[in-house]
């Protein structure tokens, strides 16, 4: 059985080497709704895996280090980082190009972060994350997907470069989620 959470932000990025040069090119935003979904391991005396407020709590700090942010491969030219890092309040530089692929990668990895030593979400494990990019298109990841080389490679926490104005909320995520 799956339960899921669903959660919606604003985003924006470049995703280089797209065959589109629209998307190659030139930054873009999306109004993206994740889906986070959660393998159930048992029911409770109430019948139920985990209450959504707790998954809800649980996951709504990740997910608002995402709302509105500009997501950035570390990879790009030193040239373009540096502008929209001077440019932009709100930025994340990730070690991955930021394509709808990768990031659910990335919101997966935040995911078992957030949700890793909360007792209440015993009976649930994180199962994959389903980021739609647009109204038609969506990239879903796995658990084998985060370590699997054929699809970028182990994603490092340590390696996600935050913003000076999102630098204490994700360190109380990481410092909350431990």
Not at 122 to 146: C, M, R, W
Not at 161 to 167: D, G, I, N, V
């Amino acid at each position: 059985m799956l339960v899921r959470k669903v959660f919606c932000f604003e985003g924006a990025h470049i995703v280089r080497g797209s065959v589109s040069k629209k998307c190659a090119m030139s930054i873009h935003g999306h109004s993206y709704r994740a889906e986070f979904l959660f393998k159930c391991l048992r029911l409770d005396e109430a019948g139920i895996s985990a209450d959504f407020t707790i998954l809800k709590s649980a996951l709504q700090q990740a997910v608002s280090l995402f709302d509105h942010t500009l997501l950035i491969w570390r990879g790009d030219k030193a040239e373009y980082i540096e502008a929209m890092k001077s440019h932009s309040d709100q930025y994340i530089i990730l070690p991955v190009n930021p394509s709808a692929e990768q990031i659910a990668r990335a919101l997966l990895a935040f995911a078992l972060i957030a949700t890793s030593g909360v007792k209440e979400l015993g009976n649930v494990e994180p199962f994959s994350v389903i980021l739609h990019e647009t109204k038609t298109g969506y990239a879903q990841a796995f658990l084998e997907d985060l370590g699997d080389p054929n699809m970028g490679g182990a994603l490092n926490i340590k390696d996600f470069e935050f913003s000076p104005s999102l630098r204490e909320d994700a360190a109380n995520f990481f410092a909350n989620a431990t």
